[in-house]
C-alpha cells in the first residue's frame, strides 16, 4: 500500500512540474488593444495637410542629406550617448525582471547538506559498537550525524497571478525596448540639426563679418564727410551704432558656433573641446518623405508603442492584484538521508521521502488587498490616458511639421525673390558708383541689404532641414535602412 502511495504522490509531483514548465500568455493583450484604441479620437483616412506626400514612410532618412561626415557622428552617437547607454541598461534590467518574476512558475529546488558532533559529559567510555549506536539512537553520548537532503516546492498558478505578474513584466520590457527606440531616433535627429546648426551659424559669421567689413567702411566714409562738413554729428553717431550693433552680431554667432560644436560633441561623447569638424554648406532640400497613413502612425511610433505596452503592464497587474485576494496552493517535497556513517547517508534504508500540500487563504489583510486593487486600477486608467495623450501628440506632430513643411517653402520662395531682388539693386548701384551717379556710402547701404537677405535665407534653409527631420522623426521612421537596423538593444 505505502509503495502504491509513493508512486502516485510521484507521478501528481512529476505533473505539476510539467505544468509549471508552460509558457505565459498574454494576459490582457486583447483588452489593452481595445482600450486603447477606444481612448484616441477618430481617425481621418488621410493627413489633413494638402501638401502630405502619399507613400510609405522611409527607413534610412539619414542618408538623404548624403554627408558621410554626418553619418559617422550619428552612428558614433548611437554608442557613446550617455542617455542611450542608460536607456539600453534599462532594457536589459527589464528583461532581468521578467526572468526574476518568471521564477515562481517553475518549482523551486534546494539542496541541503550537513553535519553534527554530539559529545557527553556522562563519562560513557569502553561501549561497544551496538551500545553506541543505541545511545546515539536515544540522544545520549557521543557521537557524529551526517544528513543529506533535496526539497521541491511548487505554487501552482491557480488563478493566473503569477502568470499575470510576468505578463506585466514582460509588457514593461517590450515598452523600456521601444522607448530605447525611439531615444535611438531622437539622438540621431538631434546629432543631425546639431551639425546642420554649426554649419549655418559658420556661415552666419562670414555674413556678420561682411557686414561689420561693410560697416567700418561706412563709419570711415561718414567720419571723413563730417571732416569736410558734409555730414553731421548725428550721422557719424548713427553709423557708429550700427557698426557696433554688427560687431556685436558678429560676436554672438561666433559664440553660437562654438557652443553647436560643444554640443554636438556632448551629445557623441566626447570632450566638449569646440573642435568638432563639419562639411563647409549645409546639403541640399532633401524630397519630402512619404508620410503614410493615419491609421499606420500608432503602429509605427516607438513612443506610442511604449505607452500601449505600459496600458498591458498595468492591466496584467490589475489582473494580479486581482488574484492575490484568492487562495493559494502550495506543494513541496523533500527527499534525504541521514546517518552516523558518511557512505551510508544515501542508503535507501537511511532515506526518507515527504509530499505535502499547503492550501492558503487571505482572510483579513485590514483593506490591503482591496486597496492594490483600487491602486492598479488607477494605474490602467492613467496609463490608458498617457496612451491617448502620447497619440494625439503624435498625430499633432506629424500634421504640424507637414504644414511647417507648406510655409517653409513659401517663405523659401519669397525670400529667394528677395535675395535675388537685392543682388540685382547691388549690381545696379555698382554700376551707378562707377558712373558716379552715387556714391559709396549708397553702394555700402546696398550691400548691407544683400547680407541682411543671405542671412534670412540661410536661416530658412536649416529651419527646412529641421523640418524633414522633425518630420522623418514624427512619423517614426528609422534613421537607419532596414539592413542595419539591429534586433534590440543589447546588440
Known sequence: MSKQLARLATI???????SACTSVRPVNDARSAELTAGSVPPKPDQWTSVRARVGEVQVGWIAAFND?????LVEEAQVNNRNLQAAAANV??????????GAPL??????SAGASRQETLDGATGLNAAQAQQRALQGIGNFTNYNAGLQVSYEVDLWNRIEAGQAATIASAQ????????AQYSIAASVAQTYFLIIETRQQVEVAQGIVDA????????????QYGFASEYDVSLAQSDLASARDSLATAQNGEIEARRALEALVGRYPAGLLETASALPAQPAAPGAGLPSELLERRPDVIAAERDVAAALNASTQARAARLPSLTLSSSLGGASSELENVLDPANVVWTLAGNLLAPIFRGGALDAAVDIADADVEAATAIYANTAINAFTEVESALDRGVFLRTRRLALEVSADRSRNALRLSNLQYGQG???????????????????SLLALRRAQLNQYIELSLALGGDWRDASQQPSGASE
Not at 558621410?68 to 559617422?72: D, F, Q
Not at 536589459?92 to 518574476?101: D, E, I, L, S
Not at 551717379?437 to 542671412?455: K, N, Y
Open 215 to 226: 560697416l567700418t567702411e561706412i563709419v570711415r566714409i561718414v567720419e571723413l564727410r563730417f
Open 106 to 111: 517553475l518549482p523551486f529546488v534546494d539542496g
Open 92 to 101: 536589459r534590467r527589464a528583461k532581468a525582471v521578467v526572468r526574476q518574476a
Open 175 to 182: 515598452a523600456a525596448e521601444a522607448d530605447y527606440r525611439f
Open 68 to 72: 558621410p561626415v554626418l553619418i559617422k
Open 437 to 455: 551717379e552715387i556714391d559709396l556710402f549708397d553702394v555700402l547701404g546696398v550691400q548691407q541689404r544683400v547680407f541682411g537677405a543671405e542671412s
Open 12 to 18: 501528481a509531483l512529476a505533473g505539476t512540474l510539467i
